[in-house]
């Protein structure tokens, strides 16, 4: 049996980086941002139902994200609607992943893992933090999203003390260096048997 392992935390704290430690470090991984952008592509599943809502965010490479973002942006209903659409869709992509990874510990990196209960799925909870200026500066140098944009979705995330308190595991994405070092000791613990710090 393998250890599930779930790795959460706010938008641009680090999640994707960090995940890359634990395959270095062996693990099998699982990513719903990755699942969406499989979905959101030319011949992804999620192209003809968000078409259906929003033809303008459909382009030749399936789901124009700069379209959507700015869709989002002005119309409140949009983003839950896209969510029904996207959501059992991950699902899905998800249990197709657990039913054929071959590794000791998979982990699954979920911003919206407490979100959506998903952690009920998990052996334990890793959550990686930074502070709040750090993740804005973050996400803003990716020039994808506008300061607004990267507000709204903020807002709707779990605030990250709380995402921390409910978590296993907290791993601080200061330094490269420092992550790598939390992320082998999380996993000397698990593969240790040992759940809890
Ligand atoms: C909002 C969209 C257009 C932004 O696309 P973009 O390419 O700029 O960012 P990306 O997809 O890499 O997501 C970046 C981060 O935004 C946050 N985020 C994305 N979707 C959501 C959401 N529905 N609620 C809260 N936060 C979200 C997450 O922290 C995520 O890691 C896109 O994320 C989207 O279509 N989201 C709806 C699907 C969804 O809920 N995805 C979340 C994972 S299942
Ligand atoms: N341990 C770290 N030390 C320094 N910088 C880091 C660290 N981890 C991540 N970063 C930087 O933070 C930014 C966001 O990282 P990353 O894309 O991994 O976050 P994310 O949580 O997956 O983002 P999103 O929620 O938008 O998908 C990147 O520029 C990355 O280089």
Redo the contacts with the bound molecule.
Sequence with gaps: MSFHLGLTG??GMG?STTAQMFVAEGCALWD??QA?HRLYGPQGVAVAPIGDLFSDAIGPEGVD?TV??SI?QTDPTA?PQ??AI??PL?QADRAAFKAQADADVLVFDI??LFETGGEQEMDAVACVFTSEEEQQRRVLARG??TQAQFEQ?RA??MPIDEKKARSDFLIETDTVEHAKEQVAAILRQIRAGQKHA
């Design positions: 706010s938008i999640k719903a941002d969406v994200r959507l973002r989002i983003l896209i969510e996207v959501h991950v911003p919206l994808t999203m979705i709707k995330q």
